[in-house]
């Protein structure tokens, strides 16, 4: 599944889940998108610098609020490996596996693929080994 693909799957987990998601097209490319998990709201920035990184950063905002977490801040993207971050790494890891997944053998998949395919950091690979390897 492409990345073109990928996004409405994402945006309907979104909506049959009542998250609202808007793209906004003024904002700087450097503006990483937020959440406001009590308003169950995503903004995204569809200019952001490096397109390739939009679906990974929509998964991961989706699992600040499909995750359970509570927050009363918004939450700026940022893809660090502790935390609040990490749980919504790991929860946008496994929303984007099944689309990933439904086509392949097990022997055609390659973690480092899967991360190149969502430009996922490389510091979350044992993430996404052990999600992978719950998939199987």
């Not at 808007?22 to 709201?41: H, Q, S």
């Not at 790494?89 to 022997?107: R, T």
């Amino acid at each position: 599944m492409t990345n073109n693909e990928i996004k409405p799957y994402l945006m309907n987990i979104a909506l049959d889940n009542n998250i609202s998601v808007v793209f906004f097209d003024t904002l700087d490319p450097y503006t990483p998108p937020a959440t406001d998990i009590e308003a169950r709201c995503i903004a995204m920035n569809s200019r952001w610098h490096n397109k390739s990184e939009i679906t990974f950063q929509l998964a991961h905002e989706l699992g600040h609020i499909l995750s359970g977490q509570q927050s009363t801040k918004v939450l700026y993207f940022t893809p660090y490996k502790y935390g609040m971050e990490l749980e919504a790494n790991e929860y946008a890891i496994s929303l984007l596996l099944p689309p990933y997944l439904e086509d392949k053998n097990a022997w055609d998949i390659n973690v480092h693929q899967f991360m190149d395919h969502f430009s996922i950091p490389y510091h979350l690979e044992d993430i996404v080994i052990r999600e992978i390897k719950k998939s199987l």
